[in-house]
């Protein structure tokens, strides 16, 4: 069993919020005519032999849960839908319009971040998984992935899907059946840290992809910026 340090229940930490490095823009209307598959050929690719944990994150409605099979499907990854993982009192709370808190958060931060680990334990080459991962310190949690794998340089890197609050409304407004409500995304961009300059300029482990294009184009984005992690 994985030793976990859970966080001392003090005053939660408070980030500073320095101006977001730019995302990765919509592809031009020249280039997006050309991409017609969900996946593309990847097979020559020189992906590294590292392990490779990828965090898809940013809140409800960003679509998460589309780039993240889609990446999944494209380097053979193994998926993990965050969601499913949820404990059923939090599922309930979002369900009823209430916003989780840290203490509801931890649990299932570390236990996404430990079936990405018991993954690449089974024989997997990297894994997929969605997460909103709203704060940095969320994110950090993800983050101690490396201290347990079994690969010293096993490779965690989060794909951070960029959008307005208006994008994400329209969007979940549209979902039928989701627990996810309009509500939900207020309180989820509002608690919003988006990633910061050391997390992209010095630990070098966050692509920001700008959502505002067509499904399509947003996945040529991501598959982009992802290679290039891949080949490190």
Sequence with gaps: MMQTVEPAQTKPIQYASPPTPPASKTASPST??????????????????????????????????TVAKYLSDRYGFDYIEGDEFHPRANIEKMAAGIPLNDED??????????????????????????????KKKYRDVIRTA????????????????????ATLLARVHARQGHYMKDTMVESQFAALEEPDETECKQLKDVEIIDVKGSIQEVQQLAGTAVDQVLVR
């Excluded at 997006?32 to 690719?45: L, P, Q, R």
């Excluded at 996404?112 to 991962?133: I, N, P």
């Design 32 to 65: 997006s005519s050309s991409i017609v598959n969900a996946a593309d050929d990847t097979s020559k690719m020189p992906i590294s032999s590292h392990h490779h944990i990828l965090i898809v994150t940013g809140p409800a409605g960003c679509g998460k849960s």
């Design 146 to 165: 490396r201290l347990y794998d079994e690969d010293p340089n096993a490779n965690v890197h989060f794909v951070y899907l960029r959008s307005d609050k």
């Design 105 to 134: 958060r931890w649990d299932w931060l570390i236990l996404l971040r430990d079936q990405a680990l018991t993954a690449l334990k089974k024989g997997s080459k990297g894994v997929v998984v969605t997460c909103s991962a709203l």
